[in-house]
């Protein structure tokens, strides 16, 4: 199953202007240098911007930084932050505008922090990937992890703000960010009271969570108390995080049950009647967490099953197939199979299965009929039309490989039934198209996964005479099938070879020829064979009429 379905992250740009402090109202009023006039040693050429940002401006700002007075150093951080989203980025790169920026940084200045750690999230975020790059290679990110832990709530609003882009944009940051020891703080932030901290921590966290590896680090620092915090808040943007990060780390860890209690898995089950963002990326995230049978029990139990049905038939596709891919990890578990059946399921499953236009959802709904055709409830699938459904499925050229597995995997249970193959009887002209399909994947030997529900499907309804001679008389399915009855032949495919070759060989019109290389092919095979059930197998077929 494709467990990871649209694994989440925020957008590597990602900077919430409410994060972004511009200090736009502060005013650049430069203060004259002590002993000077208003000329070469002033600060005069930050009271405006030119583009590209001129080499005075540049000179000025490294002399305020290496200044030490604290209202110059002000005074610059301030030009910084209000200018940052318009130098142009090509100004930056081999500039002293960023070795400025990052001396500032390091001071411990909140009048100072706050707007140059504003700038340097900007450059972060609307730079190009070589910005980014010169920035790390010269301490950004060990910096911002250390501003983390700043008394100074805009601080560390910035300093998340440039965890979150980096996060964003590549493992090798990731790694960065981990290395530095951002979790714990980043974890510790996300019980913040302050709602911008929350979100920033959220986002940061989210994207951390796109890279494999870290799953065990994010939980000894504490990140499942997080997750259950951004869950159960009111604020739709951390529920949203925390069911993206959830999907991300749910396929990272072989025990997802640690990563929520049952009330945050009934939030996420409550998610799924909000607005389309969050219906969307609770689905993926409650599939994701029931990839593993105590999962989908918990998930079940917490009442998943119900608000799935309206979704079935949602307008958006991708919401209908991420509700599809759910139910499709719900009905592996038994005990979901009756309510499955009873709340009216089938018909809506046939009808996707039907549309070949959402292929991804299509297979979902296959898969999930596949999981319901137990002998209880082989019936209700075969007099809902979903045999009918499954040959035209077959037939149609549109139909891409991925589905045509599931479908014959169905077909080839349903096939069994006496009332699915007086069904198929009655469609003699579809059904000898979908056997010709069938004869030309066998005699192509290329897939055998393909190969292996074909015969299923062949195997299944043989036992019935209409049927049986459309596969003989029309096609050569029986001798292509003797070129399977080999020792390098996959064990589960040489059963499945054995058996349907069993239920065909008796056809009055198989000629001599081709019995007796399948007799011989069965006696080499038998005489190689190491698993029991098929030497039994070939037992069965070599033993006398």
Not at 102 to 124: T, Y
Request: hydrophobic share 45%.
């Amino acid at each position: 199953m494709d467990w990871r379905w649209a694994l989440q992250w925020i957008p590597c740009a990602w900077v919430c202007p409410s994060l972004q402090p511009r200090f736009k109202g502060y005013g650049l009023t430069a203060p004259l240098l002590e002993g000077e006039d208003e000329g070469e040693g002033s600060l005069s050429a930050l009271k405006e911007i030119v583009v590209p940002i001129t080499r005075v401006q540049v000179q000025q700002l490294q002399f305020a930084v290496q200044s030490g007075q604290v209202e110059m150093l002000a005074l610059s951080a301030q030009f910084l932050a209000h200018y940052a989203d318009v130098i142009p980025q090509n100004s930056l790169v081999g500039s002293e505008v960023l070795d400025c920026t990052l001396a500032l940084m390091e001071l411990d200045h909140l009048e100072v922090l706050i707007p140059a750690s504003s700038a340097l999230s900007v450059f972060c975020s609307n730079g190009d990937e070589s910005v980014r790059e010169i920035l790390a290679k010269k301490g950004t990110i060990r910096l911002a992890v250390k501003l983390l832990r700043s008394p100074s709530n805009p601080v560390a609003i910035n300093a998340l703000a440039i965890l979150t882009c980096y996060a964003g944009h590549s493992d090798r940051f990731r790694e960065s960010i981990v290395r530095d020891g951002a979790l714990n703080p980043l974890c510790d932030l996300a019980h913040s009271e302050d709602n911008r901290i929350q979100k920033g921590a959220a986002g940061a966290i989210l994207n951390v969570s796109h890279a494999d590896g870290h799953c065990q680090h994010l939980l000894m620092c504490g990140v499942a108390d997080s997750l259950h915090r951004f869950l159960t808040s009111r604020d739709t943007h951390l529920q949203f995080y925390a069911a993206a990060t959830i999907s991300n780390l749910a396929v990272q860890t072989e025990d997802p049950s640690v990563l929520v209690t049952d009330e945050g898995l009934t939030c996420l089950v409550l998610l799924l009647q909000e607005n389309e963002r969050l219906i969307q990326q609770s689905c993926i995230a409650l599939r994701n967490l029931a990839s593993q049978a105590e999962m989908q029990e918990r998930v079940s139990r917490c009442g998943a099953l119900e608000p799935l049905y309206p979704l079935l038939r949602h307008h958006d596709p991708n919401i209908q197939t991420a509700a599809l891919s759910l139910l499709h990890n719900l009905s592996i578990l038994c005990e979901n199979e009756e309510r499955i059946i009873q709340m009216g399921y089938v018909p809506e499953l046939t009808l996707v299965v039907r549309q070949w236009q959402i292929p991804e959802g299509q297979r979902h709904a296959a898969a999930t009929l596949r999981n319901l055709a137990t002998p209880q409830h082989i019936g209700t699938l075969v007099t809902s039309g979903v045999v009918e459904v499954l040959v035209s499925v077959v037939n149609n050229p549109k139909t891409i490989l991925p589905v045509l597995y599931e479908v014959t995997a169905v077909l080839a249970v349903l096939s069994r039934d006496m009332e699915a193959q007086n069904r198929l009887v009655t469609q003699q002209s579809a059904v000898s198209n979908m056997v010709q399909l069938f004869a030309a994947y066998i005699k192509a030997r290329q897939d055998l996964k393909l190969v292996f529900y074909t015969l299923g499907v062949i195997g299944g309804f043989s036992s019935n005479s209409v049927l049986r001679d459309l596969v003989v008389r029309g096609t050569d399915i029986v001798s292509q099938i003797t070129h399977y009855i080999t020792p390098d032949t996959p064990a589960d495919l040489i059963k499945v070879v054995l058996w349907t070759t069993d239920l065909l060989y008796a056809h009055p019109t198989i000629n001599g020829g081709v019995k007796s290389e399948m007799l011989a092919s069965v006696t080499h095979l038998k005489a190689h064979a190491s698993d029991t059930d098929v030497i039994g197998a070939c037992e069965d077929l070599l033993a006398p009429s």
